[in-house]
């Protein structure tokens, strides 16, 4: 008789949840089943009723919410209409992954669970629930109940006996091979590939608009310990919607340092061209490799090599090591009694696969060309929120990025691929294009005018709240607007101009003059800002708005922040007219009256 197949489909934000189903396609395979892997949202599922075996891999990511590649899936699954009787010829399991330091722990796939039963389908377990904060992480949680799950399927689906298990240490077949061209191509595939002159539809991770960058400014002092930067896009003819609160995904590229490294590690020569075909009918090559494509351009824009290598990648690198020193270290990091060691290894020093495999030389000099699409994971896109409007800027889109840099135990620092990559971009130098494109986010702002809004965000966090602010001034609709806004020690707390207003800000030097961040300070027009005065004085924040009185009479010892409106304040005591609030050591509130630099509760 012929077998069944397995269908396995996952959810996946991180990568962490793809990782696992490739996993269980592989011990598929072993046991002679036909195995497909899939993102819920890249599967018809409709065609759910015909399957008779589906295990489904689910993240829980924010509070409860299913990851963006799985939202159609999750929006079907849930329709009242549905028979429940929908899924009366399939089998299931849920295997969730999630973080137990969260309210809703878990939360997807417990759901999923629940609702699979009320469609009539069969579990073969109950679901899995894999913790991040379990100390040998959610693998914990997965080995036994995968043994569970191989023990109910076969029981099942048997294996024919004639063929057997294919034993763990028997590396399987790789999904594509690469097929070397003597030669280079006339036309450089890769620029075809990237750009094409009439896209057919919205910028999207398969066809990225290529958007100039035009501006990348360091906000930060030099001397910050962190490197702040506002980016900005010409997104001229590119099609792109967007509304404060939605994210821009970037596609970053490795360091050519890194590139260089890794195919002298590997023995490739980055110059080759090749054509990538699957070994299975029916299995896509991934639409950002061009066809045909540059070993450079494979590893720098394709394979993930600065990441941190997670427990299959030591599985088939074992599998495929002719050192038997080296393939025995190996197999102790991939054996489930070896996590805690290898947790030590590459989970705590943030040790990349780069650097394991210059570890492990012998091991990755002789690592099949046709096996790299299985050993290391594709670059994922970052989401940064947008921090521009489209209605105040109809051709730009900007970005607030922290470059992402800190030491481990490592000697090399640890650096953000994506962050590190656009803060060497330098548009004055020529030409920069970075591949983009947009999705909607999970927060949204009222849209009735009457509605006050308090914003509160720490560091880049207030990237929407900028741009939700430049869409309220370019409507004119400022009134009952109140943001308060934290961004490397920078405070602004906007009230309705009909009102006492207060600026609250650093780098202010003396009487008078006003250093704040011009993309800061043009947020709010019309509140007297040419009123701005502050005395000079060591590490002194103050600034008055409004009516404001002569300079030279509010100092302030370093390390305190004050404010007054209407008027400057000549004594000790602060007094604000209206209930205002004057500040104290940063993050105290002061009463209305109250001697300045008062220790009150935060």
Same mark, same amino acid.
């Given at each position: 008789?012929?077998?069944?197949?397995?269908?396995?489909?996952?959810?996946?934000?991180?990568?962490?949840?793809?990782?696992?189903? !490739?996993?269980?396609?592989?011990?598929?395979?072993?046991?002679?089943?036909?195995?497909? %892997?899939?993102?819920?949202? /890249?599967?018809?599922?409709?065609?759910?009723?015909?399957?008779?075996?589906?295990?489904?891999?689910?993240?829980?990511?924010?509070?409860?919410?299913?990851?963006?590649?799985?939202?159609?899936?999750?929006?079907?699954?849930?329709?009242?209409?549905?028979?429940?009787?929908?899924?009366?010829?399939?089998?299931?399991?849920?295997?969730?992954? $999630?973080? /137990? @330091?969260?309210?809703?722990?878990?939360? %997807?796939?417990?759901?999923?669970?629940?609702?699979?039963?009320?469609?009539?389908?069969?579990?073969?377990?109950?679901?899995?629930?894999? +913790?991040?904060?379990?100390?040998?992480?959610?693998?914990?949680?997965?080995?036994?109940?995968?043994?569970?799950?191989?023990?109910?399927?076969?029981?099942?689906?048997?294996?024919?006996?004639?063929?057997?298990?294919?034993?763990?240490?028997?590396?399987? =077949?790789?999904?594509?091979?690469?097929?070397?061209?003597?030669?280079?191509?006339?036309?450089? @595939?890769?620029?075809?590939?990237?750009?094409?002159?009439?896209?057919?539809?919205?910028? @999207?991770?398969?066809?990225?608009?290529?958007?100039?960058?035009?501006?990348?400014?360091?906000?930060?002092?030099?001397?910050?310990?962190?490197?702040?930067?506002?980016?900005?896009?010409? &997104?001229?003819?590119?099609?792109?919607?967007?509304?404060?609160?939605?994210?821009?995904?970037?596609?970053?590229?490795?360091?050519? @340092?890194?590139?260089?490294?890794? *195919?002298?590690?590997?023995?490739?020569?980055?110059?080759?061209?090749?054509?990538?075909?699957?070994?299975?009918?029916?299995?896509?090559?991934?639409?950002?490799? =061009?066809?045909?494509?540059? %070993?450079?351009?494979?590893?720098?824009?394709?394979?993930? &090599?600065?990441?941190?290598?997670?427990?299959?990648?030591?599985?088939?690198?074992?599998?495929?090591?002719?050192?038997?020193?080296?393939?025995?270290?190996?197999?102790?990091?991939?054996?489930?009694?070896?996590?805690?060691?290898?947790?030590?290894?590459?989970?705590?020093?943030?040790?990349?696969?780069?650097?394991?495999?210059? +570890?492990?030389?012998?091991?990755? #000099?002789?690592?099949?060309?046709?096996?790299?699409?299985?050993?290391?994971?594709?670059?994922?896109?970052?989401?940064?929120?947008?921090?521009?409007?489209?209605?105040?800027?109809? /051709?730009?889109?900007?970005?607030?990025?922290?470059?992402?840099?800190?030491?481990?135990?490592?000697?090399?620092?640890?650096?953000?691929?994506?962050?590190?990559?656009?803060?060497?971009?330098?548009?004055?130098?020529?030409?920069?294009?970075?591949?983009?494109?947009?999705?909607?986010?999970?927060?949204?702002?009222?849209?009735?005018?009457?509605?006050?809004?308090?914003?509160?965000?720490?560091?880049?966090?207030?990237?929407?709240?900028?741009?939700?602010?430049?869409?309220?001034?370019?409507?004119?609709?400022?009134?009952?607007?109140?943001?308060?806004? /934290?961004?490397?020690?920078?405070?602004?707390?906007?009230? =309705?101009?009909?009102?006492?207003?207060?600026?609250?800000?650093?780098?202010? #030097?003396?009487?008078?003059?006003?250093?704040?961040?011009?993309?800061?300070?043009?947020?709010? =027009?019309?509140?007297?800002?040419?009123?701005?005065?502050?005395?000079?004085?060591?590490?002194?924040?103050?600034?008055?708005?409004?009516?404001?009185?002569?300079?030279?009479?509010?100092?302030?010892? #370093?390390?305190? *922040?004050?404010?007054?409106?209407?008027?400057?304040?000549?004594?000790?005591?602060?007094?604000?007219?209206? $209930?205002?609030?004057?500040?104290?050591?940063?993050?105290?509130?002061?009463?209305?009256?109250?001697?300045?630099?008062?220790?009150?509760? !935060?």
């Amino acid at each position: 008789m012929p077998r069944p197949g397995l269908l396995v489909l996952f959810g996946s934000q991180t990568g962490t949840a793809q990782d696992v189903s !490739e996993r269980l396609g592989r011990e598929a395979r072993r046991r002679r089943l036909d195995c497909r %892997v899939q993102a819920l949202d /890249s599967y018809s599922v409709v065609n759910l009723i015909n399957e008779p075996l589906v295990i489904f891999v689910c993240a829980t990511t924010g509070q409860g919410d299913p990851p963006d590649n799985m939202k159609n899936f999750w929006r079907f699954i849930f329709r009242k209409h549905l028979s429940p009787t929908s899924l009366c010829q399939m089998d299931f399991a849920v295997l969730g992954l $999630g973080d /137990s @330091s969260y309210a809703k722990f878990n939360f %997807v796939a417990k759901k999923l669970h629940r609702r699979l039963l009320q469609l009539g389908g069969s579990a073969l377990l109950p679901a899995c629930l894999g +913790d991040d904060q379990h100390e040998l992480g959610p693998d914990a949680a997965i080995d036994p109940w995968l043994q569970d799950l191989w023990e109910k399927v076969l029981g099942l689906y048997p294996v024919p006996p004639d063929l057997g298990v294919i034993p763990p240490g028997v590396p399987l =077949p790789s999904r594509f091979t690469l097929h070397f061209l003597l030669g280079t191509p006339r036309m450089r @595939s890769e620029e075809q590939h990237v750009a094409h002159a009439d896209p057919p539809g919205p910028p @999207s991770e398969q066809q990225p608009f290529l958007a100039p960058m035009v501006i990348n400014q360091r906000v930060t002092g030099p001397s910050h310990f962190q490197d702040v930067r506002l980016i900005e896009f010409d &997104i001229t003819g590119s099609g792109l919607s967007f509304a404060p609160g939605d994210v821009v995904l970037i596609q970053p590229e490795n360091q050519a @340092s890194h590139v260089q490294q890794f *195919c002298r590690v590997l023995g490739l020569d980055p110059s080759r061209y090749f054509t990538l075909l699957p070994r299975e009918p029916g299995v896509p090559c991934p639409a950002q490799l =061009p066809q045909p494509c540059s %070993v450079r351009h494979l590893v720098s824009h394709y394979l993930d &090599i600065a990441s941190v290598p997670r427990r299959s990648f030591f599985e088939l690198l074992a599998c495929l090591s002719p050192h038997e020193l080296e393939r025995e270290k190996l197999l102790q990091f991939s054996a489930p009694q070896g996590q805690e060691e290898l947790y030590s290894y590459c989970n705590r020093p943030r040790r990349t696969i780069l650097e394991v495999l210059c +570890d492990f030389p012998h091991t990755a #000099g002789a690592i099949p060309v046709d096996y790299l699409l299985d050993l290391v994971p594709p670059i994922r896109p970052r989401a940064f929120s947008i921090a521009s409007s489209l209605l105040a800027h109809p /051709s730009k889109l900007q970005i607030l990025i922290a470059v992402v840099q800190y030491q481990t135990r490592l000697k090399e620092p640890r650096r953000g691929l994506c962050s590190s990559w656009l803060a060497s971009l330098d548009p004055g130098r020529g030409p920069v294009q970075v591949p983009l494109w947009v999705r909607p986010g999970s927060l949204t702002f009222p849209e009735t005018p009457d509605v006050p809004v308090i914003m509160v965000g720490p560091g880049t966090g207030v990237a929407p709240f900028r741009a939700a602010v430049q869409e309220r001034v370019a409507q004119g609709r400022t009134g009952d607007f109140c943001s308060l806004w /934290s961004l490397r020690k920078l405070l602004v707390l906007r009230l =309705p101009l009909a009102r006492p207003g207060l600026l609250l800000g650093i780098g202010v #030097g003396r009487a008078g003059e006003e250093r704040l961040p011009e993309a800061l300070h043009c947020l709010l =027009p019309g509140t007297g800002a040419e009123g701005v005065c502050a005395a000079q004085a060591p590490g002194a924040r103050a600034v008055g708005v409004g009516a404001a009185g002569p300079p030279g009479s509010l100092l302030l010892p #370093g390390g305190q *922040c004050q404010a007054h409106a209407r008027r400057c304040v000549r004594s000790p005591n602060v007094h604000l007219p209206g $209930g205002g609030w004057a500040l104290g050591p940063w993050g105290s509130r002061l009463p209305r009256q109250a001697p300045a630099g008062a220790a009150l509760p !935060e």
